[in-house]
C-alpha cells in the first residue's frame, strides 16, 4: 500500500516538473512571437493544465509590466506624444464619471455585490486590475470580491486582445491615431492596451513611415488615465464611509514619463533608445503569456454570470461611445 503511494506522489511530482519546463519553454517562445499569438500560449496552458507557480507568476507579471511600459517611454517624444493624445485626455475625463455612474447602475440592476460591482465599474474606467487593486482596500473588499472583479476584468482583455485590432481596421476603419485613443479608453488594463495597440500597428501599419503610432498614442492616454485612480481612491472613501484605508498608486507612471523627458531633451542615442524599446515589446508578450496562464477554469466559474454581464455591458457603453466620438471628430 505504502509503495503505491510512493509511486502516485512520484507521478504527481513528474507531471508538476513537466508543467513547470513547459511554462518556462512557453515563456521563452513567447519573446519571439506576437502579443495575440502570446496570449493563446497561455490561455491554452492554462485551460489544459491549470496554474502553475500562480504566486510567482503573478509577481513577474506585475512588475515585469511596469518595467516593459518604462522602457517603451524612452522611444517616445514627449512633444509629439502629447499632440498626439489631448484629444483622448478630454475622452478620459468624460469617460470616466460616465462608466462608474452606468456601472454602478447595472450592478444595481442585476443585483451584483455591491462592492464587486464597484470594483468591475472601476477596472473598466480607469486601467482594470491596477484600479481594483488600488480601490478594493478602500471599500474592505474580501477575496472572493476582489476574484470576482479581476476574473471579470480579465476575461474581457483576453477577448480585446485579439478582437480589437481586427474591429478597428476592417469594421471601424480607424488610423493608428483613431485606434490607439480607442484602444486606451475601451481596453481594461494596460497590458491589453499595449497589446492591442502593438498588434494593430504590427499587423496593418508594419511598412508604414510612422509604424508605432497605435502603440504610443496607446500608451500615453492609458497612462494618463490611470493617473485617476489616486482621485477615484479618495472619492470612494467618502461613498464607502471608510477611513484610514491605504491607497495604492501605480509610480511607475512617473518614471514612463522621466523616460519620455530623457528621450526627449537629454539626446540619448537612438541605438540605445531602439535597443529598450525593443527589449520592452518583448518583455511585454511575456508579461501578456503569463497573464494569460492566470485565467483557470476555475477563475471563469468564480466570476459567475452576472458580473460578467455588468461587465459585457459596461464594456460595450464604453467601447461603442468612444468609438463613435472618435470617429466623429
Not at 480601490?135 to 477577448?159: C, E, H, R, W, Y
Not at 495604492?248 to 514612463?256: K, V
Not at 496562464?293 to 461603442?320: M, N
Amino acid at each position: 500500500m505504502s509503495v503505491d503511494k510512493n509511486q502516485s506522489k512520484q507521478k504527481i511530482s513528474n507531471i508538476d516538473i513537466f508543467k513547470r519546463c513547459l511554462l518556462i519553454v512557453l515563456a521563452g517562445a513567447s519573446l519571439f512571437v506576437s502579443s495575440g499569438l502570446a496570449l493563446a500560449f497561455g490561455l491554452l496552458f492554462a485551460l489544459i493544465f491549470g496554474s502553475v507557480w500562480s504566486k510567482p507568476v503573478k509577481k513577474v507579471s506585475k512588475y515585469l509590466l511596469q518595467f516593459c511600459v518604462v522602457g517603451i517611454g524612452f522611444g517616445m517624444n514627449l512633444v509629439e506624444s502629447l499632440k498626439s493624445g489631448k484629444e483622448g485626455m478630454l475622452f478620459t475625463i468624460v469617460s470616466v464619471v460616465v462608466v462608474m455612474v452606468v456601472g454602478m447602475l447595472f450592478a444595481r440592476f442585476l443585483k451584483v455585490d455591491r462592492k464587486a460591482g464597484y470594483l468591475v465599474s472601476a477596472g473598466t474606467a480607469i486601467c482594470g486590475g491596477s484600479a481594483i487593486a488600488a480601490t478594493a482596500p478602500v471599500v474592505k473588499a474580501d477575496d472572493n470580491q476582489m476574484s470576482v472583479a479581476l476574473g471579470t476584468v480579465f476575461v474581457l482583455n483576453a477577448i480585446a486582445l485579439f478582437i480589437f485590432p481586427y474591429i478597428g481596421h476592417e469594421w471601424l476603419k480607424m488610423d493608428q491615431l483613431q485606434f490607439g485613443e480607442w484602444a486606451a479608453i475601451a481596453i481594461h488594463d494596460t497590458s491589453s492596451v499595449v497589446g492591442a495597440a502593438a498588434a494593430f500597428d504590427a499587423s496593418y501599419f508594419a511598412n508604414t513611415s510612422t509604424p508605432n503610432v497605435a502603440l504610443e498614442t496607446a500608451t500615453l492616454i492609458k497612462l494618463t488615465r490611470a493617473l485617476w485612480i489616486i482621485p477615484l481612491a479618495f472619492a470612494t472613501m467618502f461613498i464607502f464611509k471608510e477611513k484610514g484605508s491605504k491607497v495604492s498608486i501605480p509610480w511607475f507612471i512617473l518614471w514612463f514619463v522621466v523616460a519620455m523627458i530623457i528621450n526627449t531633451y537629454c539626446g540619448l542615442p537612438e541605438c540605445i533608445s531602439k535597443f529598450l524599446v525593443m527589449i520592452s515589446k518583448r518583455g511585454l508578450a511575456l508579461t501578456i503569456f503569463l497573464i494569460g496562464t492566470g485565467l483557470s477554469v476555475k477563475t471563469i466559474k468564480e466570476v459567475g454570470p452576472r458580473p460578467l454581464i455588468q461587465g459585457v455591458l459596461l464594456w460595450a457603453v464604453i467601447g461603442v461611445m468612444s468609438a463613435a466620438v472618435i470617429k466623429l471628430m
